[in-house]
């Protein structure tokens, strides 16, 4: 009988080019696209998915997997002897726990819920040490199990209308605290059943502020599910500012913010796509934004303020690969405070970015040891970072194979 299925790549034994190709397919990337990413010709990529040419070199190879967002770089060699995850991290401990919690129906009245006031204080308290901790997975990870539990109660025993849209509104920033924690773990069902649940709770709360940070946070799992949802993550984006507009004359600092925040996200999308001119123009928008905050405000979720935009910057720069302005970027940001340790470490996995897309090396390899310092959490489950390790620990300059291998060590890598 006759099989007119797209074979699996992640079952049936197959060639790297051939593997290629179906990746790339299921992404939305042309040959010129992609081949345009990769600094190579269209022809080049036909010659590698046809077999003409062998598997590139590891540089090559994790470049492409970082195009592809492969889960794992066995997905796309298909040598499954050493199983090397790259977009998604390391289950963490607690993941399981957090689970359970996000899966179970909380239906029994056996107990009283805690006030929305009691939860949204508890929340602070939360997202507080999330930014505080350099192991805030960990942190935010033990918290979260009876905060799920607790603002779900809360909302099955309102008895009101207006007490409901409150409790609503908790339960939907607990599921926004959750997507930080789930995020990049090896559950993307749970991590698209925390972001669909979190919508939903914002919707019902009709606050604007929650809204904004679902939709915020529901854009950046659409994004990062690759080029075929960016269309996807755009229309969220759009929809959510054309909401907020009508609330801005009067809004408070936290809608503000998250308004520039959401701006910034389409600026980003935009310079995932290549589209220089929309990327820049989108940064314009928030970094107006932020001027109507405090110098003094950060966002307590997006981390959206002034000092941010420097940050933003080297992200726009290194999306749009271009290595001298993303190092000029990193320069001048470098000298801004970031509060947040979780923020500040995914700032240097940008610089470091930057600095390897300039042909820095030495330094890419430094400031991502400084990224591990603020928050090893961060960086334990970064694709970026662990892709440009695992490129350096293939370097022809001995010190910097060493330091690489190190590096590796400690983001677990290199474990048997």
Do not use: C
């Amino acid at each position: 009988m006759p099989n007119d299925a797209t074979p699996d790549p992640y079952t049936d034994p197959m060639g790297f080019g051939q593997r290629m190709q179906i990746l790339r397919t299921r992404r939305g990337l042309s040959r010129p696209v992609i081949a345009g990413l990769l600094g190579m010709s269209p022809s080049w990529v036909k010659q590698v998915e046809t077999g003409q040419l062998q598997m590139p070199k590891l540089p090559i190879v994790l470049r492409i997997a970082e195009l592809l967002r492969v889960r794992d770089l066995s997905d796309l060699t298909g040598d499954q002897s050493t199983p090397t995850e790259l977009f998604i991290g390391p289950g963490h401990p607690r993941l399981g726990a957090v689970r359970a919690a996000v899966n179970t129906l909380t239906l029994s009245g056996d107990r009283q819920a805690p006030s929305t006031a009691h939860l949204a204080a508890r929340l602070a308290t939360a997202w507080a040490a999330r930014h505080q901790a350099a192991n805030h997975r960990e942190v935010i990870g033990e918290l979260l199990p009876g905060l799920i539990r607790d603002a779900q109660l809360a909302v099955r025993q309102t008895d009101t209308a207006a007490e409901r849209r409150a409790a609503q509104a908790v339960l939907s920033e607990v599921y926004s605290l959750s997507q930080f924690f789930v995020a990049y773990q090896p559950d993307s069902a749970l991590l698209w059943r925390v972001a669909e649940r979190g919508m939903v709770a914002a919707q019902e709360s009709e606050d604007p502020h929650v809204i904004g940070v679902a939709a915020w946070l529901a854009a950046q799992a659409l994004r990062d599910s690759g080029p075929s949802h960016f269309d996807a993550a755009d229309a969220m984006t759009m929809e959510a500012l054309g909401y907020l507009e009508r609330f801005l004359p009067d809004a408070d600092d936290r809608t503000v913010a998250i308004t520039g925040a959401l701006q910034f996200e389409a600026g980003y999308t935009a310079a995932r796509r290549g589209q220089s001119g929309v990327a820049w123009g989108w940064w314009d928008k928030a970094k107006a934004t932020s001027r109507r905050l405090d110098p003094a405000y950060y966002h307590p979720i997006s981390s959206f303020s002034q000092a941010i935009m420097g940050a933003h910057a080297v992200t726009v720069a290194v999306e749009l690969r271009a290595g001298g302005e993303s190092v000029q970027q990193a320069v001048a940001a470098d000298t801004t405070t970031i509060p947040s340790r979780p923020r500040l470490a995914r700032h240097r996995i940008e610089e470091a970015r930057a600095y390897q897309l300039d042909g820095q090396q030495e330094t890419a390899l430094a400031t991502l040891e400084r990224a591990h310092r603020a928050a090893p959490e961060t960086i334990q489950y970064n694709g970026y970072a662990r892709r440009i390790v695992l490129e350096e620990t293939e370097s022809k300059v001995p010190a910097r194979r060493q330091r690489a291998a190190q590096l590796a060590e400690k983001l677990g890598l290199l474990a048997a």
